[in-house]
Each structure stands twice: as structure tokens, then as C-alpha cells.
């Protein structure tokens, strides 16, 4: 028998293997492609899906568990990639299901401070196995409550609390009597500071492995929060000083704007330099970085005035979009729930590539006016489905139409990933998510 007969009997016998190997391989080199496309306002096959990529682009741990079980997948624990929300992982084999893009890559440290690396296996209050970071101990005291510890040091007070009956974890403000004259920026600064060789060989290792997937990676390396009242109390810090009461500071956005400044200012010199460092370690095997999750929109209005916003915010955003255009390849995603129609313009001309979660149960948020006004300028990485009203309270098929018709009017000539309004939350039917997966499915294939 001849080398060619041999060939052509293997592949023969081996054809559908192959074709579905090939398949996946196309599929997935396709990802990072298609995203890019996508935030360049390029048409795409398709409608690109992110989940799990961010910490506000996520599902929780329940969600995540129901549907393993749904799709027949193995039982094991699931892996908590943000305890303070309890997000769940959603592992290859769920990224192949729900035709995933994107793959995320965080720092080498969570919320709390705790090493990124270090796991352990847990039961959650609601009875869920799971795998956590090392220091968080989800024991119940007799009040049903869930104490965490920054560094879990429990020699220190608690930085947060599952209240019972919680699914996600809430800070705990251990704001110190404030004297103005001694108020000093450096306090709000302590979390805040250069990346060791440590830390970038780890972010090294994480982008390359999440490179190597072919999907596009989107990296939440921190350090720029400029006001995220997620991080005001710093929750990572065992003795938090400075301002660390949220409606402290929120009074502070208007009361103490040069305090503010000076936090804003120093934070971007750090994290410039820390990018620059970044850069130089990974270049562009990034795609794109999620840089601030502060929010400037509640449901029927906003958190500032816009001349608040183009004082305080403005100037240093562009301080650092400006510099990561001009250095890097990177693209910029801003988070900010809520009614923002009013901030957009701002969002803009900061130079911010693509705005999340696209709130469009928000006032003035209607998806079509948006893509009309904004869909030029600014990717839309989210708006896929209300989580307020449609997923957690319609029917599956109302819950499939609505996602049909989203991507319709949002995926218009590029400028949209596909995302829900948020993370997924943990009391949302499965079957209503499973419904959404559906859908996306029969657009893509």
C-alpha cells in the first residue's frame, strides 16, 4: 500500500474527528478577530457574545452550577473568580456551549487582597460546593452571616458581610472620625501602587495561557477605579484611613474636589506607569482593558451633574485613554450603569472605545435611540437582555424574542457584544438563561 493510500484511509477513518476539531479551531481564531472587527465597527458573522470575561460582564455561582447541570456537564465545584459577587467561572466546556468570545485575565490579587492563585473548597450558605480563594471561610455565625477579612486577618475587624440569605457580599464601611485639616490623598492611595516583578510574571503567565486560546482577552488589571464606590472602602486593607464612607464620599465629589483631584491624579500616574510596565511585558496579545467601573447613572437619573463630571472625572480619564492610544493597541472599556444618556458625550470625547452594561431599562436608555446617537463612536458591550424585568420575570419565549430583537436593532453594523445588563443574578430560572443562550445560537449559527 502506497504513503497516499495510507494518508487518505487515516483521514478517512478519522473525518469527523477532524472536521470537529477543525471546527472548534476555526471557530475559536475566529473570536479574537471577530471582536476586534466588532469595536472597529466592522460587520461580522454573527453577533459576539462575552460572559465571564469581567467582573460586571459575569453570572453567579448558582447560574453557572444550573447550567453545568442543564448541558449534562461533570459535577465539580465551581471556581469563584469574584467573591465579591460571587461569580462563577464559566469554564471552557460552558464557553463552547454559549459561543463565548472573549476570556478574561484579572491581577494577581482579589478585592479582599487575597492571592489569586490559592483556592480551597467551600460550602456556600445556600448549600453550593465551591472553590474560593484560600482566606475566606463561608461559615455561618448563629445570625446566619458571613464575616470576610481583608487578608483574612482576623485580627482586624470584618471588611464585608453575607448577610444570611445573601448570595453576594456586601462591605463593611470602618470610616474613622474625619478632621478636615488632616485629611491627606495619600490615605485614599494606599491600595494604589507600582506592580513587582511578582506580579507582572503572573499577569505574563495569565495573558499568554488566555492568548493562547485564540479568544479575545480582556484584562482588569485595576488600579484605576477614579471613585468606584466598590473600592472606596477598601475592603483589601486591614485598617482603612482617608475617606471610606461612600456617602462620604459622594459629599466629597463636590465638597473636596481638590482632595478629589489629587486621588485621581496620583492614581493615574501610578497606573500609567504600571501599564507602561504592562505593555512592555504582554504588547498585544491584550485586546482590551477594563479600566473603571464607576457608575455615574441611577435608574431615572445621574449621580453628577455633567459639569461635575467634566470637571472631576474628564481631564483624568483622558489623561489615561489618551496614553494607552498612543502607546498601545489596546481598547478601553468603561462601566456605568443607569441613565447616562446626559454623560455619553463626556464618556466620548474621554476617549473611552466601549461603554458596558448599556442599561436599557434605564430612562432614556431605549436601545435604538442610543445605537442611533452613540453607535458610531462607542461599542456597545451589553444591552442584550434586561436582567431588571425580562430575565428574571418573563417567559422563556419572551425572554428569546427579546434577545432576537436586541441584537437586531444593537448589531447593526458592528459595535455591539453581546452581554446581559449586568451580571447574571443568582434567583434568575435557568431556563430563562438557557432560553437567551438559544437565541444567541440561532443567530450565530
Same mark, same amino acid.
Given at each position: 500500500m502506497s504513503i497516499p493510500e495510507v494518508v487518505f484511509i487515516y483521514f478517512y !477513518?478519522?473525518? =469527523?474527528?477532524? #472536521?470537529? $476539531?477543525?471546527?472548534?479551531? #476555526? *471557530?475559536?481564531?475566529?473570536?479574537? /478577530?471577530?471582536?476586534?472587527?466588532?469595536? /472597529?465597527? @466592522?460587520?461580522?458573522?454573527?453577533?459576539?457574545?462575552?460572559?465571564? !470575561?469581567?467582573?460586571?460582564?459575569?453570572? %453567579?455561582?448558582?447560574?453557572?452550577? =444550573?447550567? $453545568?447541570?442543564?448541558?449534562?456537564?461533570?459535577e465539580k465545584p465551581v471556581k469563584i473568580i469574584d467573591p465579591f459577587q460571587m461569580l462563577g467561572e464559566i469554564d471552557e466546556e460552558l464557553q463552547e456551549i454559549i459561543g463565548i468570545d472573549t476570556i478574561g485575565v484579572s491581577g494577581p490579587k482579589d478585592i479582599f487582597n487575597n492571592d489569586a492563585s490559592e483556592f480551597h473548597e467551600q460550602i456556600t450558605p445556600w448549600g453550593q460546593r465551591v472553590m474560593i480563594a484560600h482566606p475566606i471561610n463561608l461559615a455561618t455565625d448563629k445570625e446566619g452571616d458571613v464575616y470576610i477579612y481583608a487578608e483574612g486577618d482576623t485580627n482586624y475587624p470584618p471588611s464585608a458581610i453575607m448577610p444570611a440569605q445573601c448570595y453576594f457580599i456586601n462591605a463593611i464601611e470602618r470610616q474613622q472620625p474625619i478632621i478636615e485639616e488632616q485629611l491627606n490623598p495619600s490615605d485614599n492611595l494606599e491600595e494604589y501602587g507600582l506592580l513587582s516583578d511578582k506580579d507582572l510574571a503572573w499577569i505574563k503567565q495569565e495573558v499568554e495561557q488566555a492568548s493562547s486560546t485564540g479568544k479575545a482577552v480582556v484584562a482588569g488589571f485595576g488600579g484605576? !477605579?477614579?471613585?468606584?464606590?466598590?473600592?472606596?472602602?477598601?475592603?483589601?486593607?486591614? /485598617?482603612?484611613?482617608?475617606?471610606?464612607?461612600?456617602s462620604e464620599w459622594y459629599i466629597s465629589t463636590m465638597m473636596r474636589q481638590e482632595y478629589i483631584h489629587t486621588v485621581f491624579d496620583r492614581q493615574i500616574t501610578i497606573a500609567i506607569e504600571n501599564y507602561k510596565k504592562i505593555w512592555d511585558t504582554v504588547g498585544d496579545k491584550v485586546d482590551v482593558v477594563f479600566t473603571c467601573?464607576?457608575?455615574?447613572?441611577?435608574?431615572?437619573? @445621574?449621580?453628577?451633574?455633567?459639569?461635575?463630571?467634566?470637571?472631576?472625572?474628564?481631564?483624568?480619564?483622558?489623561?489615561? /485613554? &489618551?496614553?494607552?492610544?498612543?502607546?498601545?493597541?489596546?481598547?478601553?472599556?468603561? %462601566?456605568?450603569?443607569?441613565?447616562?444618556?446626559?454623560?455619553?458625550?463626556?464618556?466620548? =470625547?474621554?476617549?473611552? &472605545?466601549?461603554?458596558?452594561?448599556? @442599561?436599557?431599562?434605564?430612562? *432614556?436608555?431605549?436601545?435604538?435611540?442610543?445605537?442611533?446617537?452613540?453607535?458610531?463612536? +462607542?461599542?456597545?458591550?451589553?444591552?442584550?437582555?434586561?436582567? @431588571?424585568?425580562?430575565?428574571?420575570?418573563?417567559?422563556?419565549? =419572551?425572554?428569546?424574542? %427579546?434577545? +432576537?430583537?436586541q441584537c437586531d436593532i444593537l448589531g447593526q453594523d458592528g459595535g455591539f457584544i453581546f452581554n446581559s445588563v449586568h451580571n447574571i443574578q443568582a434567583n434568575v430560572p435557568v431556563e430563562n438563561v438557557i432560553a437567551m443562550i438559544e437565541a444567541l445560537s440561532s443567530i450565530n449559527n
Open positions: !477513518a478519522n473525518r =469527523e474527528a477532524i #472536521h470537529l $476539531r477543525y471546527q472548534l479551531n #476555526h *471557530n475559536i481564531m475566529n473570536s479574537k /478577530n471577530k471582536i476586534r472587527k466588532t469595536i /472597529n465597527h @466592522q460587520t461580522t458573522d454573527g453577533i459576539p457574545v462575552d460572559f465571564g !470575561a469581567t467582573t460586571v460582564t459575569g453570572m %453567579h455561582c448558582r447560574i453557572v452550577e =444550573e447550567l $453545568r447541570k442543564h448541558y449534562g456537564l461533570r484605576t !477605579a477614579l471613585g468606584d464606590v466598590a473600592f472606596i472602602p477598601g475592603m483589601g486593607l486591614k /485598617n482603612p484611613h482617608g475617606i471610606r464612607s461612600v467601573g464607576t457608575d455615574f447613572g441611577c435608574q431615572d437619573s @445621574q449621580f453628577c451633574s455633567i459639569d461635575t463630571f467634566n470637571e472631576l472625572w474628564l481631564p483624568h480619564y483622558k489623561r489615561m /485613554n &489618551d496614553w494607552i492610544h498612543t502607546h498601545t493597541t489596546w481598547k478601553v472599556f468603561k %462601566h456605568s450603569c443607569g441613565a447616562i444618556v446626559p454623560i455619553l458625550p463626556g464618556i466620548i =470625547e474621554a476617549g473611552f &472605545d466601549i461603554i458596558n452594561p448599556v @442599561q436599557i431599562n434605564a430612562k *432614556n436608555m431605549d436601545p435604538t435611540f442610543l445605537k442611533k446617537e452613540f453607535g458610531s463612536k +462607542l461599542t456597545f458591550w451589553g444591552g442584550g437582555i434586561d436582567t @431588571q424585568r425580562i430575565l428574571p420575570y418573563a417567559s422563556p419565549k =419572551e425572554v428569546y424574542d %427579546h434577545v +432576537l430583537r
